[in-house]
């Protein structure tokens, strides 16, 4: 599968606890407390954190493949000590490159670095000599060990000269916990690296995960370095990172004497004349889903082509809508923006008033008639980054807009998908669930009316709001990961998503 997010096959901590996404003060609490807990010292955990990145580095690169490590003189670049000192005891040519980026060097950083002089490590380079040696290797993989997460200020002066000139160069690239200079918990100010992978600690770091600063941090690899995981019953957390074992955990495996009716009846609105297909795929989806009966109120024009194309759903005109016999409704793909659509809108939210699923052309409809405060609380509203900004306010950066969604899911008491690279699931009580699974595949017409139908089939089928979103938008990603198993990205199309559902399910199963 060409996974975008690697999970360390050694993870224990949260097959308990769903993944937390802390900010940096409380990751080095979870250091401090996890060496108090368990009676070991700092420079030992380092060499775990060494292990780990060594281990990743034999599965993923063959011998041949040299790297050159450009270390700080702090905790992170006392890690990049620790792996060179191993890389090179197993075989692999290193370079190092010394980075001045604090007054004193760090204990760690120290003990580090002797136990790699004495091993007789001698390939220390200067900086203009490692960017001689990287002109001449171009094969050459660099490990940056700068900064890390240790960063509290904008880089400047010469170590943002070193940033620039890195940039620059198209050697794949691998950071260790975060790409230098960039700011775990906010939008970062001035020029930072830009790395190909990004091998963080324990847990994702809210930087990663913000289209702003997450598109530089490359492939995100997770790596358990064996902190204490009582520290989570000790610190809440507000946003989290979804897992594979979460879904299995929500998943409602279903009885051998359940029947169609007690799996939810969804109405999906959606559809103007032209505009059939975002029907289908919506209702396909919510079909493959699990929803027991899934009926389309489209425009009259599409009647047979949604009665042919989808023969399991049954087809309802737009001004026949029988609103109390529906577990739920979704309304919006390719709906059009009309008057008549409009007050069918309007007649929907006067008439029904459990949780719906809001989505596309129905979310700007939200807007240009000011409709917010009629949705039912609860309900569902799945915009990508523009339609949110249309709803919204613009945002200066993913930092604010998150933010934004949060106030906005809790003042009007709705659930906000914010559809991206890991989309963002904010609920009512503030807290923001980020999922792990999908690719660019995904980035084609249809995406959504795929991912609409298949969290309103949950949400018909009684699964909480939250857990609907949760489950669906997981499952709508980790089928569109299978359905690039044996298709480019480029030629990937919704339809191959809807496809691999039943795939996508049939991995919750215990």
Known sequence: MPAQVFIDSLIIVLQIKMLPVY???????????????????SIDLMESVAMKIVNWITKTYEPRRGFIIFAGNGNNGGDGLAVARILTLIGFEVHVVLIQVAGHVSGNFQINYERLVKIGFKNFLTTEAGFNFLEQVPACIIIDAVLGSGVDRPVSGELLLLVNRLNDIHNFKVSVDL??????????????????????????????LIPDTGQYCGALTLLNIGLDPKYLDITPANKFFIEHSDVVSLYKPRSNFQYKNNFGHTLIIAGSEGMAGAALLSGEANLRTGSGLCTISSDPLNREIIQIGLPESIFENFNQIDYAKYSTI???PGLGITTKISKLFIEVLDHYKKPMLIDADALKIVHLENLISKIPAGS??????????????????????????IFEAEKNNI????????????????????????NVGLAKGGSGDVLSGMIGSLLAQSYTAKDACIVGVYLHGYAADLAAQNSAFESMMARDVIQKIPDAFLSLQR
């Open 23 to 41: 900010n940096v003060n409380q990751i080095r609490n979870w250091d401090q407390f996890s060496i108090q807990n368990q009676s070991i010292q």
């Open 179 to 208: 790409p230098t200079g960039l700011d775990a918990d906010k939008m970062t100010s001035s020029e930072f690296f830009h790395t190909d992978t990004t091998l963080t600690l324990q847990a994702p770091k809210l930087c990663q």
């Open 330 to 332: 979704v309304i919006g």
């Open 380 to 405: 569902i509203l799945t915009p990508h980054i523009g339609e949110f900004d249309y709803l919204f306010g613009k945002s200066e950066n993913g930092f604010e807009r998150l933010d934004k969604a």
């Open 415 to 438: 659930y906000i998908v914010l559809k991206g690279k890991y989309t963002a699931i904010v609920t009512p009580d503030k807290n923001v669930f980020f999922n792990s699974s999908g």
